[in-house]
Structures are given as C-alpha cells and as structure tokens.
C-alpha cells in the first residue's frame, strides 16, 4: 500500500519560511518523479515543483521560481519543499504526488498539509 504523507505545514507571516516534507512508503521511491502542487478551495489544483527520480531534472512554476526548492533524500524516501519569501497568494493545502518515471501522469497522492500565510 503507496502512501505519502506531508508535514511540515502551519500558519506564517508574509516573508517568513517553511519547510515541507513528504514521506513515502510502499513504493520503490527512487523509480519515481516527485511533484508537489497547491490548491486553495475555490480554485483549480496548481503546479509547484517536480523533481525527477534521480534529482537531475527540477521544474518550478514561474509563480514560486526563485522562492521554493525542491528536493529529494532517496535514502530516506523523502522529497522536500523549501519555501522562502512567502506570500499571502501562497496560502493553500500543498499535496505531494509520484509518478513513475517517463509517465505522464501522477499515480500517487499525499492528502496534503495546509499553508497559511498572512500579511
């Protein structure tokens, strides 16, 4: 049984930080990519950051270049989200997914840690 599980999320002032985890088991972690994505209710489900199975490949929405970091411990099956100079708009539930490596789609979902940041 797959499951991921998020921590790492709460309540910060705009410019402060945070540091998501996610813990995976179930699988074999490093035949996976990694994503992490938001949503905030009343709104589409939105692309964070993905890392690829061996770390080589990241992609950042352009909303968060330059401000979260993706990263991944295949020793400790764990992928995590750096946050810095958070923002308001960055307010929403953070889920964690996996996909198989050279798939497409997410296979796998965390059910997700909520980030909250006020002004």
């Known amino acids: 049984q797959v499951q991921l599980v998020e921590s790492g999320g709460g309540l910060v002032q705009a410019g402060g930080s945070l540091r998501l985890s996610c813990a995976a088991s179930g699988l074999t972690f490093n035949n996976y990519d990694m994503g992490w994505f938001r949503q905030d209710p009343g709104k589409e489900r939105e692309f964070v950051a993905a890392?690829?199975?061996?770390?080589?490949?990241?992609y950042s929405a352009l909303s968060v270049k330059g401000r979260f970091t993706i990263s991944r411990d295949n020793a400790k099956n764990t992928v995590y989200l750096q946050m810095n100079s958070l923002k308001p708009e960055d307010t929403a539930v953070y889920y964690c997914?996996?996909?198989?490596?050279?798939?497409?789609?997410?296979?796998?979902w965390g059910q997700g840690t909520q980030v909250t940041v006020s002004s």
């Open positions: 890392i690829s199975w061996i770390g080589k490949n990241i």
């Open positions: 997914a996996a996909k198989r490596a050279l798939q497409r789609l997410y296979e796998y």
